[in-house]
Every structure is written in C-alpha cells, then in structure tokens.
C-alpha cells in the first residue's frame, strides 16, 4: 500500500493550496481517508476526514476553510485550504487512520500514512 501526498508549499496568509494523496495497491473506495498536520514542537492533529460514503469531518479550526474531497476512480482524496493562516503551516500527512491520534505522526502503527508535503504560510 502506498499514499503519496502532494501540492504543499509556501503562500502568504490568505492564499490558497490544494493537497492530493493518491493511493495504490488497495481498494481504496472502501477506506475512510484523513489528513492529519504536525507543526514543529506540537502534536499530530487530526485535521479533517472523509468516509466511503463521503461523509466529512473537520478540526474546528479550518472549519470554513478546507474542503475535503475524494475521486474514487482515482484512488485520490484531496485537501482544499483556502484563507490560509500562519498557524496552519505544519507537514500534511494522508492516512488511513481516521482518529486522531496526538503524539507524532506519520503514526505508522495505525494503518497507511503518506511520507507528508510541507505547508507554509507567512
């Protein structure tokens, strides 16, 4: 199983990316997908999540502000950051461990996590 996140860099506060992870060598249409964050010196974060069925879920700090989305037919789920702010710069990660979870991530002990792309705002 791989996840392979992409689409992190630096914008200024306000801007705008979109994250993808693209997944392969599973049946991705049958997994909840997430996208955790750790900045330096915190914890992982659970950021935002979408099951099978396409139900979402979001940190109430990006609530508004993110969008997260999956094509099944691509084995891609992606992240949608508008208005960014400083406080969301931190390394992205895609998961399939919903939960969240604290400590450090990739948390590689609960199921598949993408190696991270880097998000910077200033």
């Known amino acids: 199983v791989q996840l392979v996140e992409s689409g992190g860099g630096s914008v200024q506060a306000g801007g705008s990316l979109r994250l993808t992870c693209t997944a392969s060598e599973f049946r991705f249409d049958d997994w909840d997908m997430a996208w955790h964050r750790q900045a330096p010196g915190n914890q992982c974060e659970l950021v935002s999540t979408i099951n099978s069925a396409g139900g979402t879920y979001y940190l109430g700090s990006v609530q508004g502000r993110f969008t997260i989305s999956r094509d099944n037919a691509k084995n891609t789920v992606y992240l949608q950051m508008t208005s960014l702010k400083p406080e969301d710069t931190a390394a992205y990660y895609c998961?399939?461990?919903?939960?969240?979870?604290?400590?450090?991530?990739?948390?590689?002990?609960?199921?598949?996590w993408g190696q991270g792309t880097q998000v910077t705002v200033s």
């Open positions: 998961a399939t461990h919903t939960l969240a979870l604290g400590g450090n991530c990739p948390a590689t002990a609960f199921g598949y």
